[in-house]
């Protein structure tokens, strides 16, 4: 199955919630929307944003709730470019740093496909009638994940 971009439904929210409220102040944050991918047990949601009123409003960083196969990774993401859809022939593209994620002792192991999903679910999240598209003739998206100091491929 590949992702899906859906609202939560409220039985899915219960389980979010008892997921996050381990790691969140106060649980579960932001809207009810999320890019899942059910069939591998994989989600992946904002919890919080960022905007800059001295940078024109620009997004400065975002915190994110991801689930990858039972292990939750919450991470924090900056977007340091952006070009829109509609000047860039129905791509969307993002080059995007990680902050800071947290993958746990026991998914150590696997912190490139950790990494590489989140890369794909970024992606899922912004394209067509994804949770955070733009709407209009957007056709793709491309991200450019940097960790680290390199890209994630």
């Known amino acids: 199955m590949a992702y899906v971009n859906e609202e939560i439904s ?19 944050g932001g809207n009810r929307d999320w890019t899942i991918d059910r069939e591998r047990e994989i989600w992946f949601k904002v919890y919080e944003r960022w ?8 997004e400065t960083r975002t915190l994110w709730d991801f689930y990858w196969k039972g292990v939750y990774v919450p991470a924090e993401t900056k977007r340091l470019k952006m070009i829109p859809y509609n000047t860039n022939n129905g791509v969307y ?14 998914a150590q192991q696997h912190k490139s496909e950790i990494l590489k999903e989140l890369k794909a679910a970024l992606e899922a999240s912004f394209v067509g009638l994804g949770i955070y598209a733009y709407g209009g003739d ?7 994940l940097e960790y680290e100091g390199a890209l994630v491929f």
């Open 10 to 28: 409220d039985k899915d929210w219960e389980e979010y919630e008892r997921i996050v409220a381990a790691k969140r102040f106060r649980g579960g």
């Open 138 to 144: 957007l056709k793709s998206c491309k991200v450019d």
């Open 93 to 106: 593209y993002a080059y995007i740093k990680i902050l800071e994620i947290e993958i746990p002792k026991n």
């Open 51 to 58: 905007t800059d009123i001295e940078d024109d409003g620009k």
